[in-house]
């Protein structure tokens, strides 16, 4: 089996990308047994101040940084359980040691093939203003919506403030549930959970849209890869 390298970013989405390969990495070989796994992770400030003032070289700097740790490290592939960082990898990609998979092309692809037409993007602001998933969602056609920008800055606030840090309050999930529900009014017919954190909050169990996991997505994949 391959080493999978995680290049972490906020701790509570690595953490359960990390949780569902081992988990479902037991459920596909048999007991305990799982991939490889190393992971690196930087201070999330650093990642932030980049973000704030546009340096998305600087973010790719720290990815790559984690990239080469992870080569010493052993392992054969990366991946990065961050929608949002995945803004500069293009600018990794051509520079990095070991191969990657994109989680917006993983997410992609698992719309594709449930024929979903309106993805609603769900994220950080950094991510949802972004083309990381028009960009992947528009190579295969599969239209997309953005919510209103006071609603983008309530999303971004809750992601920072609460998910990030570990704080899971019901008041948040109501306020997620409802925007689902004046998404899906306005032609969505499912729902991207693009900052990996969502989902300790959000499922298909609790939204009136189907749910397109990016953590658990990525981690899937990252399984596939390994196991070939």
């Not at 909050?201 to 609790?206: A, G, P, Y």
């Amino acid at each position: 089996m391959k080493h999978i390298g995680i290049v972490g970013c906020s701790a509570e989405g690595a953490a359960l990308c990390y949780r569902t390969i081992c988990a479902e990495g037991a459920a596909l070989l048999g007991p305990h047994r799982h991939p490889e796994v190393s992971m690196h992770t930087p201070t999330l400030s650093a990642y932030v101040d980049c973000l704030d003032v546009g340096d998305l070289t600087g973010v790719g700097e720290l990815m790559l940084e984690s990239a080469r740790r992870l080569e010493r490290a052993g392992a054969d592939f990366l991946i990065c359980p961050d929608n949002t960082i995945h803004q500069a990898f293009g600018y990794v990609t051509e520079r990095s040691p070991l191969p990657w998979l994109h989680i917006a092309e993983e997410v992609a692809a698992l719309a594709g093939e449930r024929q979903y037409r309106n993805i609603a993007l769900l994220g950080t602001r950094w991510l949802v203003e972004s083309d990381v998933y028009p960009e992947k969602l528009d190579l295969r056609g599969i239209g997309w919506s953005r919510p209103a920008s006071d609603e983008i800055a309530e999303i971004d606030r809750i992601i920072m403030e609460e998910l990030v840090p570990g704080r899971f309050l019901a008041e948040s999930v109501t306020y997620f549930q409802g925007l689902i529900d004046r998404m899906k009014e306005r032609g969505a017919d499912a729902v991207l959970l693009g900052c990996t954190e969502i989902p300790l909050i959000i499922s298909d169990e609790n939204s009136v849209l189907p749910t397109l996991d990016s953590t658990r997505t990525l981690a899937r994949a990252a399984l596939r890869m390994a196991v070939v």
